[in-house]
């Protein structure tokens, strides 16, 4: 249960602090300078305080879930490729690196072709 209210307040705590960069920076900067804030800070709960055991590891997860996971996701995908290059994995990495890319934008553009689809069939039935 302790773990959970962990990463509720981390939760909390990163949602807040992704809406602050937000209004520090114009938009296009604002999703860059989270990401790359992200995947370091990722990088340094997981590597430096979790090696070192300066926080219990309950802590750890918070901070990695709640915090950083509030604040962006694409720590993780970066943590995941900087661990299959690191394992020797290289050509998993470029894969993976490819389908997150490709694959997030596809989606992305097919979710906005769905959204306005439904947009203009609720103009054309009310």
Request: proline letters at 0%; glycine letters at 12%; aromatic letters at 12%.
């Amino acid at each position: 249960m302790k773990t959970i209210v962990y990463i509720l307040i981390a939760g909390a705590l990163g949602a807040m602090s992704r809406y602050t960069v937000g209004l520090i920076f114009s938009s296009d900067y604002s999703i860059l300078a989270i990401n790359l804030i992200g995947s370091f800070a990722l990088a340094i709960v997981f590597d430096w305080l979790g090696e070192l055991s300066i926080i219990s590891k309950e802590f750890c997860g918070a901070l990695a879930t709640g915090f950083i996971g509030a604040f962006t996701t694409f720590s993780a995908i970066t943590l995941n490729n900087v661990t299959y290059i690191t394992n020797g994995y290289y050509g998993t990495a470029i894969i993976h690196i490819l389908i997150c890319v490709f694959g997030g934008l596809g989606l992305s553009f097919l979710g906005i072709l769905l959204s306005k689809k439904l947009v203009m069939r609720r103009r054309i039935a009310s």
